[in-house]
Every structure is written in C-alpha cells, then in structure tokens.
C-alpha cells in the first residue's frame, strides 16, 4: 500500500505532525513525501530521517510561497501519477484548505482532524472527535486515494535516523494562481501552540493584581491592559523555564491583552498538549474545547468555583501572581534553569 505524505514547512521549519503522519504511512507500507516551497531539499532530507522511502519536490518559484491552487494542482497532478490509496497531511489552516481543493481535483473522498486511521481492506476507519471532543465517532472510508488529515500530537512521532537518505525526485509546478494573498513575517520566536508539549495560559484574571499601581497618565482601560501585560509577564516566565508556550483565553485575547495567535479555544487553537497550566481563567466552554484533550491539566484561580477546575486534573485555589513567580523559582532550581 502506498501512502504520500504532505510535509507541511514555511520555510524550511516543518511542522511536526508533519512527521507523525509519515509515521502513520510506515505503518500501512510505503510511505512517500512530498516537499513543496521554498527550502524543500533541506526538509526533503529530514524526511528520509524520519522514515519516507521516496521523496518529491517541487521548489520552482511559482510554490515559493504557499498558494492553494497551485499547491492543490501540483499534489492531485502527482497523486495521478503515483496512484497512492492513501493522501496524508497534518491538520494547520492551509492544509484543511489543500485537503480539501486536492479531494476536489482527484474526485475523492476527504477526513479531517482524524485521532486514529486504520487499514480494512480496501478502506480506511478513521476516528476523529465531534460534540466538541464530547464524543468520538468512527468513520469507514473507501475510494482511491483516500484523502486525511491527521491532528497533531494524536499519533506516535517516529524516531530520527539521522543520516539515512535517498534519492530526491523532481517535479514541476502545476496549475496557475487564481488569487494573491499578501503575507507577513510572525516574530521568530514565536511558538506554535499546536505542536507545543507544554502550554502555560492566562485569561482576564491576570490583569487583577491589586498591588501594582499604573504609570501616571494612563486611562483606565491603559491601566487594565498594562496591568495585564506584567500578568502575562509572569506565564511567560514560567513558560520560558519549561521549554513552553504562551497561551491565552479569548476573554484575554478580546480585552487587548495578548495577540490573538495565542488564541486557545474553540475559535483559536485546539491544542493536546502533555502539560496546560491555566491562570485566571474561568473556563468557558469554548476554552475548554480548546485545551480539554491535554494530558494533564493545572488550574490556577482565586474562584473555588471556577469551571476550569472541573476539568483540571490538579488544581490551585489561590493567587495566581504569588503562585506563578514560586512556581517559576521552583522549576527553575529543579531544573537547573
């Protein structure tokens, strides 16, 4: 059985679920990579680390930047030509898009945000959550290929065999761009929240530091976000010391506290990571269908009440701006930080 891989990268740094789904394309047969943009041989390279046994690039400077039907037009063109049963991505923005443009192209059938895919003969059952992660249905899927995205951090990533390689096959561009989306540079050290191990979060509560007094001059709506930004001061330390990043609620998000990137939720990201720590958030149900899949949550909040911690596993009722420094002082000795 023959599986390709999209290996989703923006320049040259690969998202890795990307390596999760070749993982899932080992375990039916074989499994082949494509590499689209620019940096495609570098990444092209990591692929047969991470276990592709055939790679395809396609590094013309009509895919320089990602664009949905020329990208969609260069992968069916390809997936024709190889005649794979299966077509694998991670699940981000741009690929629920290219998912779904491809399955236009080649007439198939398309899964999204799958949890678990196994083979049945000729099909293919896949699981993926509904009800807001309230339940999991299974779903039997037939045609060839069959087309999937794959959550991240719901499937094995493999192991780095590094310096294994193998042969890098060209392809050319496909298809002529319909429209141009304009771009910009996120700061460089910026950490996605989907591929993150460990998340540390803040919500409305970090702007209700009673002891600090705002620079003189400032309205009070300047006052609550600059009493907001020294609360999220202290996540982003902790979350510096674990090796994690900063997440927020969309309360923090709408009252101007922090960039909507950080968004965790049901119209941000949905994230699983092995550590969510939740400060001054209340718990509101869209929040919680963001982060309810961690493996393990910490909930931080002065309200005893607060329906976050029903879904926390360990939880702090208290004062998030004497807990948080403590905890950061604690981690850092304990972690040699």
């Avoid at 394309?25 to 692929?47: M, Q, R």
């Avoid at 007439?107 to 999991?136: C, H, Q, W």
């Avoid at 907001?228 to 609620?249: E, I, N, R």
């Amino acid at each position: 059985m023959k599986t390709l891989v999209y290996i989703d990268h923006f320049k040259g740094a690969v998202q890795p679920s990307s390596w999760e789904a070749l993982g899932v394309a080992k375990k039916f047969g074989s499994a082949v990579a494509v590499v689209f943009g620019e940096n495609a041989n570098d990444v092209a390279k990591s692929a047969f680390e991470y276990g592709a046994d055939e790679v395809f690039v396609a590094d013309d400077s009509a895919l320089k930047d990602y664009q949905a039907e020329t990208y969609a037009s260069t992968l069916s063109a390809l997936a024709s030509t190889l005649n794979p049963n299966l077509i694998l991505f991670p699940t981000t923005a741009r690929t629920r898009e290219l998912a779904a443009m491809s399955a236009v192209d080649l007439n198939t059938n398309v899964m999204t945000d799958l949890t678990g895919l196994e083979a049945n003969g000729d099909s293919f059952v896949a699981t993926r959550p509904i009800y807001e992660s309230k339940l999991f249905e299974k779903v039997t899927c037939s045609g060839k290929p069959v087309i999937a995205t794959l959550r991240g951090r719901a499937f094995p990533k493999p192991n780095q065999e590094t310096g294994k390689s193998g042969t890098i096959n060209k392809v050319d561009a496909k298809g002529e761009a319909k429209s141009t989306v304009e771009g910009y540079s996120a700061s460089e050290s910026a950490v996605n929240l989907g591929d993150a191990g460990i998340i540390v979060s803040g919500g409305r509560g970090v702007s209700n530091n009673p002891s600090l007094t705002p620079p003189a001059g400032l309205d009070e709506k300047q006052a609550e976000i600059w009493r907001a930004q020294q609360g999220f001061a202290l996540v982003t330390d902790l979350a510096k010391v674990l090796g994690g990043a900063v997440g927020a609620s969309r309360a923090a998000v709408d009252a101007g506290y922090i960039p909507y990137s950080h968004q965790v939720g049901q119209t941000g990201k949905v994230v699983a990571p092995d550590l969510y720590i939740a400060n001054g958030i209340s718990g509101a149900i869209q929040h919680l269908v963001g982060m309810r899949n961690a493996k393990v949550i910490v909930a931080i909040n002065k309200d005893a009440d607060a329906p976050i911690f029903k879904a926390a596993r360990f939880g702090v009722v208290g004062d998030l701006f004497q807990i948080l420094p403590a905890l950061t002082e604690a981690f850092k000795k304990k972690l040699g930080k």
